[in-house]
């Protein structure tokens, strides 16, 4: 009675969980720490799990290992088969660019390891940007999951076996949780690739600890349903504390995926507030659990299994499909979220509920119907015949992966673009600053009033430069200009394709742009170059590709920057991103609220012309950045200081 009562709001906290990364993916500027629900799945696990076997070694003095496996086998698989051979037909049928290792990807989470594949295989930022994301990237937990329902009915049996009390039971798994949170933190380390310690089952285990820990000292069947009233508002106020403090690392900025407060400590404290919230949720004297369950979140928990695994398919082949997904974020998401909650209630009938039931005897009877002669099964016939296409297509998929060339995109014409213009920025910034320290020039007048502009013109008809980039919208009075200009320019991979054509026309800036960039990156590096006295009177900043950012982040820069220096900001140009339009409104915004911010509209100017760019509508080709660097560099031109 206890547990029943228990598991509708066990559904609760896992609508909480899918809802919370569902929106994360849709939306990771908002629901910052959206990605936070894996660790609440997790947790769930380890208590529930742990809970069950512990009750039944202390009432029979052994467990079920044999109907343990079957039932998790029978509840895991029919779904986890199912999607990957769906999304598998649909890659054959539709989008064979992803093709390549399919059979290693189906193969790894068949036999849980697929979180270890994705240590050694994890995409790059290019893979990204060209319409070749992953699919099952989000199966990772899967595995980590498959791993623990493997082991732990020995680790249990280990613990009651030869360690028998709860009190040390509950102390070794609690060292354990420590030591996988201790780590993660040892092994994070600032800009270097974190999918060793996202994936990896080590450092993840401390949220399974955690659920453990508490099934040791927290038994479901021990908690008394009646307790005094004070008691009970005692768990209803550590209940709300603990749930105003999930939903506060939600929407934190510390539990940004890029912060190092989220690998050293913040996804450990957010799983230790978790397990206090499902400990007050399971206790029967406390009100929460009735809070938990209501009609949409019992049907959202009941279903998010499935919800969970057909979301990145369906955002990832939806978004292949409309590429224009910056242009309508709200009503492309809106379509996404109704797909994915309609084939989790598909997916939940007809292959979660139906399989967890399964016997030999019921598949026989099905098969016997279904072939009965004269038989009037339609439904069902329709049924087994789509399920007997989806098996074959996908079977092929996974058959011809082997076969299919791997496309390396860091060997690409943008990727070693970049790099060569990241090793030139670098060697050119250190020539640059070392200058500046030897040279500091004073500052001049605006560039009516300025011999700039006379020598310019003067400089314009004798002695021209640069002329091939006349032709993408620059004068050349402009181009003569743009080479005296003091800039320093912060971007992203947008700006590190182009900065070979950015430092051709003006060769006094400084560039420093790269791959995979946010925001945050950025007040780093603004306080680096202060530091240097290498922080020009012109500021260039172009980021925005990679994800979305605030107000706040953006007064802080322009505080940070200060009022004397003026800052370009380069909008974007990311049509298969949600945070296009997000972020180039704010960019609006905070132009009428600073006099020294002006916005460069490449996203206007470039709209209209797919030609100039790659295949990923992003990242300017040899000839987008021609107009690209043109552009940029003319807007300087006219509201530069000389």
């Not at 009562?5 to 959206?34: E, K, M, Q």
């Not at 011999?451 to 993408?472: C, D, V």
Request: some cysteine.
């Amino acid at each position: 009675m206890k547990k029943n009562r228990f598991i509708t709001g066990y559904s609760g906290i896992r609508a909480l969980a899918v809802i919370g990364v569902i929106l994360y993916h849709l939306d990771p500027n908002t629901f910052i720490g959206g990605y936070l629900g894996v660790p609440i799945f997790l947790l769930l696990s380890g208590y529930l799990v742990t809970d069950h076997m512990l009750r039944s070694y202390q009432a029979t003095g052994h467990y079920n290992n044999r109907h343990f496996y079957l039932s998790r086998l029978k509840r895991l698989y029919p779904q986890l088969i199912t999607v990957l051979w769906v999304s598998a037909a649909w890659i054959v049928l539709f989008q064979q660019n992803l093709l390549a290792k399919l059979n290693q990807i189906v193969i790894t989470n068949l036999l849980s390891v697929y979180n270890f594949w994705q240590i050694a295989n994890g995409q790059s930022y290019f893979e990204r940007f060209a319409a070749n994301e992953s699919p099952f990237i989000h199966l990772w937990t899967m595995s980590i999951e498959g791993q623990f329902y493997i082991l732990w009915p020995l680790v249990i049996f280990l613990l009651f076996r030869f360690v028998k009390s709860r009190k040390k039971i509950f102390g070794i798994l609690l060292i354990l949780s420590l030591a996988s949170a201790l780590e993660m933190a040892l092994l994070y380390r600032p800009n270097i690739d974190i999918n060793r310690i996202y994936y990896g089952t080590d450092t993840r285990f401390f949220s399974l600890g955690l659920g453990a820990a508490l099934a040791v000292i927290w038994p479901i069947e021990d908690l008394k349903e009646k307790i005094d009233f004070k008691d009970t508002l005692i768990l209803d106020g550590i209940g709300l504390a603990a749930f105003l403090g999930m939903i506060g690392m939600f929407f934190s900025k510390k539990m940004n995926p890029q912060e190092a407060f989220t690998y050293q400590g913040g996804m450990f404290l957010f799983s230790v507030i978790t397990a206090i919230l499902i400990a007050i949720i399971a206790h029967p004297g406390s009100h929460w659990n009735r809070l938990l369950t209501n009609p949409v979140f019992s049907w959202i928990g009941s279903r998010s299994y499935g919800i969970y695994l057909y979301q990145f398919p369906i955002m990832i082949f939806f978004e292949d499909k409309f590429t224009n997904v910056g242009e309508h974020p709200t009503l492309y998401h809106i379509i996404e979220v109704i797909l994915i909650l309609i084939t989790g209630e598909v997916s939940y009938r007809l292959i979660e509920k139906p399989f967890a039931q399964v016997t030999f005897a019921k598949v026989k009877n099905y098969c016997t119907q279904l072939f009965m002669p004269k038989s009037n099964n339609y439904v069902k016939q329709i049924q087994a015949g789509l399920a007997v296409f989806i098996l074959v297509i996908g079977s092929v998929g996974i058959a011809i992966s082997p076969k299919v060339k791997v496309e390396d995109f860091n060997k690409s014409q943008l990727a070693e673009r970049i790099n060569t213009n990241r090793k030139k920025q670098e060697k050119d910034n250190r020539d640059i600053i070392a200058k500046l320290k030897k040279d500091k020039k004073k500052k001049q007048d605006q560039l009516e009033d300025s011999h700039a502009l006379k020598e310019a013109r003067r400089n314009a008809k004798k002695h021209p430069i640069n002329q091939s980039f006349e032709k993408y919208g620059i004068s050349q009075i402009d181009l003569e200009l743009a080479r005296n200009l003091e800039v320093t320019a912060i971007g992203d991979s947008v700006m590190a394709g182009s900065s070979d054509d950015l430092k051709r026309l003006m060769p006094k800036a400084i560039i420093d742009a790269a791959v995979s960039r946010q925001l945050n990156v950025a007040f780093g590096l603004i306080t680096s170059y202060q530091n240097q006295g290498a922080l020009a009177d012109n500021v260039l900043i172009g980021l925005g590709t990679n994800g979305p950012f605030s107000m706040d982040d953006l007064d802080r820069l322009m505080k940070q920057v200060g009022p004397k220096r003026h800052v370009f900001w380069i909008n974007t140009h990311v049509p298969t991103r949600q945070w296009q339009g997000q972020v180039n409104d704010l960019l609006t915004q905070a132009a009428k609220r600073y006099h020294n911010l002006t916005v460069i509209n490449w996203y206007e100017y470039s709209k209209r012309h797919s030609n100039w760019f790659y295949q990923d509508q992003t990242h300017p080709n040899v000839t987008g950045s021609k107009y690209y660097s043109a552009f940029i560099v003319k807007k300087i031109v006219e509201h530069s200081k000389f």
